[in-house]
């Protein structure tokens, strides 16, 4: 079937406002996770989830980063306030089980202005 | 805290040669180690995954070897091509945790 699908592909902001990141995981995949990719910092875990357990946050940087995952599927990253430094691109992916080889979407850019 | 290393950092090869990239994690309790490409603007695509107890992996011309005890894995590519230039990542998985921590990657050039 289809792969990992994000959007928007590209997001241009003003500093301060709230941006919504969506992730289309790969059908009958359980686990989910959040990425972000930087010039500075690499690739940098953000958060994950897996079937109805509490999600992993240890990877947000900070409480204006939000994210959920509605009826097991699509998932919503929120950015609230943004700032210049959370200009980078947001990868979003998904395996068929934890631990197992995990499928990239094409990210999201976010610039913020 | 779980670091992984890549060098080189950029490798520069004429098609056809054989080459080795080079990845080195400091904690060995690891459940998983995998390798990555990324093209330039596109997400990654997964080519190995190696489990903590296997000791490699082959895909037709890649293959992967892990040796955990001493925090080292390498990709092997076989007679490259100008089709493999893309950044090489590799990234570890810790046991029970689930999330990967990546290298910052090795840019590849081959040159036809």
């Known amino acids: 079937g289809a792969g990992v699908s994000q959007s928007p592909s590209n997001k241009v902001t003003e500093k301060g406002k709230d941006v919504e990141l969506r992730c289309d995981p790969i059908?009958?995949?359980?686990?989910l996770y959040w990425y972000r990719q930087s010039l500075g910092q690499g690739l940098e875990f953000l958060i994950y989830?897996?079937?109805?357990?509490?999600?992993?946050k240890s990877g947000l940087p900070s409480d204006r980063f939000s994210a959920e995952r509605t009826g097991g599927s699509v998932s919503t990253l929120t950015i609230q306030r943004t700032q210049q430094e959370d200009s980078a691109v947001y990868l979003c992916?998904?395996?068929?089980?934890?631990?197992?080889?995990?499928?990239f979407g094409a990210g999201t850019r976010l610039s913020v202005l | 805290k779980q670091e992984v290393t890549q060098i080189p950092a950029a490798l520069s090869v004429p098609e056809g040669e054989n080459l080795v990239l080079n990845c080195s994690f400091t904690?060995?309790?690891?459940?998983?180690l995998q390798w990555f490409r990324q093209d330039p603007g596109k997400g990654l695509t997964s080519l190995l995954l190696?489990?903590?107890?296997?000791r490699e992996q082959t895909s037709g011309r890649l293959n992967a070897s892990l040796d955990k005890s001493s925090g080292r894995s390498t990709l092997y590519i076989a007679a490259s091509q100008p089709g493999d230039s893309a950044t090489y990542l590799c990234?570890?998985?810790?046991?029970?945790?689930?999330?990967?921590?990546f290298g910052q990657g090795t840019r590849l050039t081959i040159n036809p």
């Open positions: 992916a998904s395996s068929y089980f934890s631990s197992s080889i995990q499928y």
């Open positions: 059908s009958g995949h359980t686990a």
């Open positions: 989830f897996q079937g109805n357990s509490a999600p992993d």
């Open positions: 904690d060995s309790a690891i459940y998983n």
């Open positions: 190696i489990q903590s107890s296997q």
């Open positions: 990234a570890v998985e810790l046991g029970g945790a689930q999330k990967l921590v």
